[in-house]
């Protein structure tokens, strides 16, 4: 499969799990501390940012791949995994840090897909990189049966990522073996700096929640691996996974076979576009180099269909007499006499050749 290139324009983001882990000193990996339950950030199921003006709080955030049609948003790049990369277990339930539906965690907390959306195809989830801090990809990976048709949003969302006072970012921990101060559970560790051996903690008796939310501004209980001195300190950023609608396939009537054919870049986008011309003929797509992609079309008003590369856009069909908003085509001009494909991300306008 072909990996679609983006513009990077969008806020950062990590991957990491849902549980918490301790370790007795040994080396081999422990199981999720809590048991059953997964110890919550925070009383309300979504938090919100403060709106009083009297000191600092706590910013909230969200990961957004997905628009509200659920489609990838500008900046996000799609990678396919490959036949060798194996199957992941299906065993597939919401995210601890989803704030929306369709956020979900696969597998055992080996797998390391705690973090991830499902997809129209229910044999794919769509997972963050874990502790790539800076970037905006996700990972289309394969299951080995099938996925959930959906997911509620779980009740009490913890942060996927969290930014303390000094700029130090952390990710929530999935599994591992940790040596934390007595009296203590490792919530999250270290995303922008591996070699270093600070965490998140929480009281493993849970007297404590890991967020005190006391005031606008939280706080956190923070430590080193291997050691046993704590420090409290204050917390600039949280960010949640946002949630997905699953976009709906097409109705029985509709032929998306409208848009088979040769399609070329127009002269002005022809620098932009990576895969020079292409053919399709739905449902594929076959690109100059010979490599193919399976496309899914979306029906949308005025004859104008969204072209999905299983989460990755293809480009938006627009029949001829039907206009572009040229306000968000970065000086490209539109050609309403033609038939076109709009690539908003990569910034191309293809016609038929």
Request: net charge negative; hydrophobic share 30%.
């Amino acid at each position: 499969m072909r990996t679609q290139r983006r513009i990077i324009a969008i806020a950062a983001l990590v991957l990491a799990g849902s549980g918490l882990a301790a370790c007795d000193g040994g080396g081999s990996e422990e199981p999720s501390a809590t048991g059953t339950e997964t110890p919550t950030a925070t009383e309300t199921s979504t938090p919100s940012p403060s709106e009083t003006t009297a000191g600092p709080a706590t910013e909230i955030g969200e990961i957004t791949p997905y628009n509200e049609n659920g489609f990838l948003n500008d900046g996000w790049n799609v990678e396919h995994s490959k036949p060798e990369d194996g199957e992941a277990p299906a065993d597939c339930y919401e995210s601890a840090h989803g704030t929306g539906p369709n956020t979900v965690t696969c597998g055992p907390t080996a797998a390391s897909l705690g973090a991830c959306w499902l997809t129209e195809d229910r044999m794919q989830i769509a997972c963050l990189d874990e502790y790539a801090v800076g970037e905006q990809n996700l990972k289309h990976v394969a299951l080995d049966g099938e996925a959930p048709a959906e997911t509620p949003a779980t009740e009490d969302p913890i942060p996927l990522w969290v930014e303390l006072d000094d700029g130090s970012t952390f990710a929530a921990v999935h599994g591992g073996a940790w040596s934390p101060p007595d009296g203590y559970l490792v919530a999250y560790s270290r995303a922008d700096d591996p070699e270093t051996l600070e965490e998140i903690l929480i009281p493993d008796d849970d007297s404590a929640p890991i967020f005190d939310q006391s005031e606008d501004l939280w706080t956190v209980t923070v430590g080193e691996d291997g050691g046993q001195d704590v420090a409290t300190k204050t917390v600039n950023k949280v960010w949640y996974m946002a949630g997905r609608v699953i976009p709906e396939g097409p109705d029985d009537d509709f032929s998306p076979e409208i848009v088979n054919g040769s399609w070329c870049p127009t002269p002005d986008t022809e620098g932009n576009a990576t895969h020079g011309c292409y053919t399709i003929d739905y449902p594929n797509v076959e690109y100059e180099d010979g490599e193919t992609d399976e496309i899914v079309a979306v029906s949308n008003d005025g004859g104008v269909l969204s072209l999905d590369l299983d989460g990755a856009p293809l480009g938006l069909y627009v029949p001829v007499d039907t206009a572009l908003d040229e306000s968000g085509m970065d000086g490209v001009e539109d050609l309403p006499d033609q038939e076109r494909i709009w690539n908003s991300q990569t910034v191309t306008l293809m016609v038929r050749d």
